[in-house]
């Protein structure tokens, strides 16, 4: 009798070391998402807000003059905007959500095919002249500058859902990690 109850003893501790163990390692799963939710928005944001004041206000202001010819402004891309995105990117495919694990993709693609436009964009301001002299551009810049300004909204758009998206997401994950800590705490204390 002796010897079942120590082997009972024995099950029961591996199984609640099992168990522990599973917690801890959802528990550290769960910071390093909520971490990379907090430096995508982060970075997200950063992004909206200095291409905001760079390029929309452009755009903004072009559209509001009406018909947009050229995008005139040449846009120095050198960098790597996409810092947390690049160095994360093993992370994404860990996210729990497949509708949000998309978003970030698209998004985030949507801005390296933008920052592609922005380029062939300089490259043709470089190479741009006037038809004979006049305020007439070659129809493939119109066109070029018109697909240009579709990729914008497109983004900006894509952005700003993103960034709704990751916030939900965040809150969701912060409210699960109370109720699990207020659950397991009131839980020792009615033992």
Known sequence: ????NYFLSFVSAVLALYIAN?????ERQNRRIKALYQALCEELKEI???YDEEVGIYWKALEEKGEVKV???????????LAVYHSNANLIGEIPSSKLRRKIVRTYTSLKV????????????DELEPIEGTVEYDPNVLDFTQRLQERHHRFERSLKKLIKM???ELSNLLSAQKFFLF?????FRNH
């Open 114 to 125: 933008l920052i592609d436009y922005y380029k062939q964009n300089n490259r043709m301001l």
């Open 22 to 26: 599973y917690i801890l390692d959802e």
């Open 183 to 187: 659950f397991l705490f009131s839980d």
């Open 71 to 81: 995008f005139p402004l040449n846009l120095s891309l050198t960098q790597d905007y």
């Open 166 to 168: 990751l916030k939900k």
């Open 48 to 50: 909206r807000n200095a």
């Open 1 to 4: 009798m002796e010897i079942d």
